[in-house]
């Protein structure tokens, strides 16, 4: 999978801006969130998609963060295909593709867990491409 370099820093720049636009706890929380992400992964390639929504990718879609007035939320795409052993999903739990973690204002990540969701999102993704070849 090939990513524009100029798309990326683009991306990466709105992803700047929507964090300094929040100047209040969610962006504090998405900005902790991205460096989880890329601590996890530091291959990720962070995107902007449907209007205004940050997403991380590495051989697919990772993970999107959305921000809504109470909370900060992280999407899976394929989070039901996750093990969640410690329990961070906490939303999004009905469907049989995605799983989200909801945070709210004041509410500590578990940078450990979040970083295995990611790390097995990864592997995950890259299992699905290995058996399309």
Known sequence: MKTDKVETNEASALIDERIRELADWRGETLARIRQIIQQADPEVIEEWKWRGVPVWSHAGILCTGETYKQVVKITFAKGAS???????????????TRRAVDIHEGEQINETALKALIQAAIELNASRTQSKK
């Open 82 to 96: 996750l093990d969640d052993p410690s329990k961070l999903f906490n939303a999004s739990l009905e469907g049989n």
